[in-house]
């Protein structure tokens, strides 16, 4: 897949950093604050870029890819307070607590385009799964109106085609056609329970169309 980033290099201190977003706004993809369960929701656009994006974090190791997805068309289902998403690789260093700090130094960005290999995504992913005792998971946390998920390569590119079978397989849902959204797969696996948590965290990945609904046929109709 080609991605069309903008590309930043803010100073904090002494340090730069790398920061990338799409180059174009995932207009109907939207993330609902996951405390424990979470729900993102996006057209096959959306969740297709995603996939891209979560391929491109996992093999970015010190880049933090940043997806602004509060200034999305708010969905007309589900509840609770839209967010942001970044993805980062333990080696960027990025903690949370300084993210507000970055994204203000961010500035004017540059264009780039990168291409992504879903081979050696899916490849990756199926070490990741083969590996049940030991194998990275991704540390998530929300602050600042973001949506942090940080973790090695092998489990970014399980997350990756947990967003490429969403937008293949969510529009072949029935409830679709008439704007529903159909929970198609999570994130659930690939998390870190927290300490003392009363439930394993999950992340549901919606297929939904944008409106107005008529555009909208299934594959093969």
Do not use: N
Not at 161 to 188: D, N
Not at 201 to 208: D, G, N, T
């Amino acid at each position: 897949m080609e991605l069309r980033l903008t590309q930043f290099r803010p100073r904090t201190g002494p340090h730069e950093h790398r920061v990338v977003q799409p180059g174009r706004p995932l207009r109907h993809t939207s993330l609902r604050d996951p405390a424990s369960y979470g729900m993102l929701m996006g057209d096959h656009d959306g969740l297709s870029r995603l996939a891209g994006l979560f391929s491109f974090a996992a093999y970015s190791r010190h880049t933090i890819v940043h997806i602004p997805l509060r200034r999305s068309v708010p969905p007309d289902e589900g509840c609770g307070e839209l967010v942001d998403l970044v993805l980062a690789r333990p080696e960027t260093g990025l903690r949370p607590s300084k993210w507000p700090e970055l994204r203000r130094a961010l500035g004017r960005g540059t264009p780039l385009t990168v291409r992504t290999d879903e081979a050696r995504t899916e490849r990756h992913a199926r070490a990741w799964l083969e590996r049940p005792y030991d194998r990275g998971l991704l540390r998530h946390t929300t602050h600042a109106r973001t949506y942090f998920l940080i973790g090695g390569r092998d489990v970014l590119a399980s997350a990756a085609t947990a967003f490429a079978y969403a937008a293949g397989w969510g529009p072949r849902e029935k409830r679709v056609v008439k704007g529903q959204a159909a929970c198609v797969t999570c994130l659930h696996h690939e998390l870190v329970t927290p300490r003392g948590g009363l439930r394993h965290p999950e992340l549901a990945i919606c297929f939904k169309p944008y409106p107005p609904y008529a555009h909208f046929k299934r594959p093969g109709r």
